[in-house]
């Protein structure tokens, strides 16, 4: 089994590089086989179709994103837990900067589209649950409650800004500047506080 999880992600990982170097119209199923050093056969084995290894890759990529965020949002204090799920989100396209950027590359609803896996659908259409359920948290432990208001006043706390402040380096390329995540802790911490005042 481990030789089989191996050569799934060496699979995508092969997949990743093509999509990003050459655009997700050039990695063709045979494209993604001569890159990979897969056998076409075997794509079709894990995948079922190209459009499922895209999605595959792209749901690979999500949850290795959201692993450092959902382990910093259990910080025992409020603040630094929400403060810490925020800039894991700037760290996390900082050191992986391969799947961060094909995050910004796709639209989920377009992947739902487009999979014919029901297992797939499922899974893209369930991603972003863990998220939404510590940002809920988050927002009860720091604000109180987790009103409809301070949930939103939390998402763009910890989601909103940090996206923001990272998306612009992951879609042109630029690199990430080394003063961007102090900014960033104090807007965060801003934002969070204002709605306390």
Avoid: C
Wanted: aromatic share 6%.
């Amino acid at each position: 089994m481990p030789n089989a999880v191996h050569a799934k992600d060496a699979i995508l990982d092969a997949a990743r590089e093509l999509v990003l170097e050459r655009g997700v119209q050039h990695a063709t199923v045979s494209a993604i086989s001569e890159e990979s050093g897969a056998p076409i056969g075997s794509l079709y084995h894990h995948f079922g179709s190209r459009d499922d290894l895209v999605a595959e890759l792209w749901v690979r990529a999500v949850r290795r994103s959201q692993v450092t965020f959902l382990a910093a949002a259990r910080h025992p204090n409020a603040e630094a837990a929400a403060v810490g799920a925020a800039l894991s989100i700037h760290d996390f396209a900082r050191e992986h900067r391969d799947d961060a950027r094909l995050l910004v590359s796709f639209r989920r609803e377009d992947l739902l589209q487009d999979t014919r896996s029901p297992r797939l659908a499922q899974a893209l259409a369930d991603l972003n649950r863990p998220l939404g359920e510590a940002v809920a948290e988050l927002a009860r432990r720091f604000f109180g409650r987790a009103t409809r208001d301070a949930v939103a006043q939390m998402t763009f706390a910890v989601i909103d800004l940090p996206f923001g402040a990272v998306r612009r380096h992951l879609v042109t390329g630029a690199e990430f500047p080394d003063s961007l995540r102090g900014p960033l802790r104090a807007a965060v911490r801003a934002a969070l506080r204002a709605r306390r005042r």
